[in-house]
């Protein structure tokens, strides 16, 4: 997927390293001659033959995955091990031909969405190094961020693959829990825990994504016309300066997309969210790394963690079994958004916090982060976030979360979402009421607004079933050529219905340039000469409407 020979890409990456100057984003880098060695060999291969989709490509590992050579430490010195295998997820990728430069820093034990709670140093944030990277995974989102690597490898049992992402403004990709293997990662919670992924754009997110992941059943395809379900405006309440706006533009950027909005109640969702950590489900960190702390009350550990972990212990079976109930209960009411909606669209996360914030308040601005990605996991859901602009300066980011194994269908919201819409033209029937106007509704359009041409245009009735007209420009430097105003409509459609639209368009019609009076051009239903010349000149009439006695509607 890279235009790079591996040896060049490998170059440039420890090229990057060293320009960019933040060590606290790894916690340890493979030798250079070793990883050069490693990249000629991938060369080798390809140059022979062998199909190694990936290669050319590098990337970054959160340490709390393993790979065969480097130590894991989860974020803490003391807990460090060898592993004598790559995880599978890791395997996968590298079996791709994609190539391994070194493991990241982390909020320790995967514990954290803010990316301070690491004795190996706070991750900064690529933007401002004055505020958060977002965590867990803050050393594989700020490596892509920075573009040291193509992609990177982080976990996520909160949000630690989505807010870090939101905040750097690239793709975080949390596929379906249990998806992507996790043997060979350091559980946080065993049974939430999924492998994420890191990129700067959608495309290669998700076939990272896909090359690592098991064969998985899949929903069907998204509809024409998605359904996307949007928080009602007091569940929007908290976010920060700018960023309420934000989401507005958001989901009119979406619906403008040719996406149906529905607004509903997430209270459900909201209050499972509040499980996570408040709840009984905390037993399950003390279950992965609580003894060890115990144990080893002199390490290097970091205080928010480990009273994080160690309070896991004091919830009782009975605890768990209530929360269980209580859980299931929620997901009855709060799991309908999916019967009835696509996905749902949220803010990634609620702010960007300062360093000095955080650590004024390291569990409240932590709690406050994770409002719209706690529910997630808890429901083996599917999750998507994507950038969607920037707030004074920062990156403000949008997510998408479905039912389990709708990965594909958020994948094709989120490139209708990255893709703008495309307006075109129409004059005869595609208008509003005209028996082709079915087609652009089918492909996903939305009206936008009434339009004339400027005065250098002329229309025919077409010999044709059904009925339809022809636009054609008239050559203004012919004095006797007269054209004339002519009255349509503008539709807005996603670029993907619109590259639909052109290639399954019938001769004579066609689609090209046409200059609205207002000065704007657009493209346009236009149509080949040759078919004119049995025509009807209609122009007098102004518009398709008026010719079939219809007037305006």
């Keep these: ?76 010195a003391a807990y460090s091990y060898r592993p004598d295998r790559d995880a599978a997820c890791v395997a996968r990728l590298r079996a791709a031909g994609a190539i391994v430069l070194g493991k990241t820093n982390l909020d320790q034990f995967a514990t ?37 690597v193509d992609f990177a490898l982080g976990t996520d049992t909160a949000g630690s693959g989505r807010v870090p992402a939101a905040l750097q403004g690239i793709v975080g990709v949390k596929p379906t829990v249990r998806s992507v293997p996790t043997s060979g990662v350091v559980p946080a919670c065993r049974s939430l825990d999924c492998v994420t992924v890191f990129a700067p754009e959608l495309t290669l997110a998700r076939a990272v994504a896909e090359t690592m992941g098991d064969a998985v059943p899949v929903l069907p395809a998204l509809p024409a016309r998605p359904r996307v379900a949007v928080p009602v405006a007091a569940q929007l309440a908290g976010l920060a300066e700018g960023w309420s706006e934000a989401f507005a533009a958001a989901v009119a950027r979406l619906r403008a997309c040719g996406v149906e909005i529905v607004e509903v109640d997430i209270s459900p969702l909201l209050e499972a969210a509040t499980l996570l950590y408040g709840g009984a489900f905390v037993a399950e960190r003390y279950a992965a790394v609580g003894e060890f702390i115990e144990k080893h009350p002199d390490a290097d550990l970091d205080p928010t963690v480990a009273a994080i972990v160690l309070a896991g212990a004091a919830p009782s079976a009975a605890d768990l079994f209530r929360d269980q109930e209580r859980l299931e209960q929620l997901g009855a009411e709060g799991l309908a958004v ?6 749902l669209l949220t803010p990634t996360t609620t702010g960007h916090p300062t360093l000095a914030e955080v650590a004024a308040d390291p569990v409240g601005v932590n709690s406050r982060l994770g409002r719209y990605t706690n529910f997630a996991n808890l429901f083996g859901l599917a999750a998507l976030a994507v950038p969607a602009g920037l707030v004074g300066g920062l990156p403000f980011g949008v997510m998408f979360t479905g039912a389990p194994h709708s990965d594909a269908a958020l994948a094709e919201l989120a490139a209708r979402f990255a893709a703008p819409p495309v307006h075109v033209a129409v004059f005869g029937a595609h208008l509003r009421g005209q028996p082709l106007n079915r087609q652009l509704v089918g492909l996903g359009g939305a009206f936008a607004e009434d339009v004339r041409t400027a005065p250098e245009y002329r229309l025919l009735a077409l010999r044709t079933v059904p009925a339809k007209p022809g636009l054609v420009r008239v050559s203004t430097s012919v004095a006797t050529a007269r054209g004339a105003s002519i009255e349509g409509e503008l539709w807005r459609l996603p670029a993907a219905g619109f590259a639909e639209l052109v290639t399954t368009l019938p001769r004579p019609m066609a689609i090209g340039p046409v ?8 493209p346009g239903f236009l149509c080949e000469p040759a078919a004119l010349d049995d025509a009807e000149d209609i122009t007098a009439a102004g518009g398709w409407r008026v010719h079939l006695g219809e007037g305006r509607e």
Excluded: H
Excluded at 6 to 33: G, K, L, N, Q, Y
Excluded at 125 to 146: E, K, Q, T, Y
Excluded at 515 to 522: K, P, S
């Design 1 to 76: 997927m890279s235009s790079y020979s591996a040896a060049a890409r490998v170059r440039a990456a420890f090229a990057r390293i060293r320009e960019a100057d933040r060590p606290e984003v790894w916690i340890s880098v493979r030798p250079e001659p070793e990883v050069l060695a490693e990249a000629e060999a991938i060369d080798e291969r390809v140059a022979a033959g062998e199909r190694l989709p990936l290669a050319g490509l590098v990337f970054a590992v959160k340490d709390n995955i393993d790979v065969q050579g480097l130590a894991t430490t989860a974020g803490c």
């Design 112 to 148: 954290g969405l803010v990316g301070t709670r690491s004795p190996f140093g706070a991750v900064r944030n690529a933007w401002d190094p004055a505020r958060i990277s977002g965590g867990s995974s803050s050393g594989s989102a700020v490596a892509v961020a920075l573009g040291e």
């Design 338 to 343: 999916f019967d009835a909606c696509d996905a």
């Design 515 to 522: 200059a609205l009076a207002d000065g704007r051009t657009v």
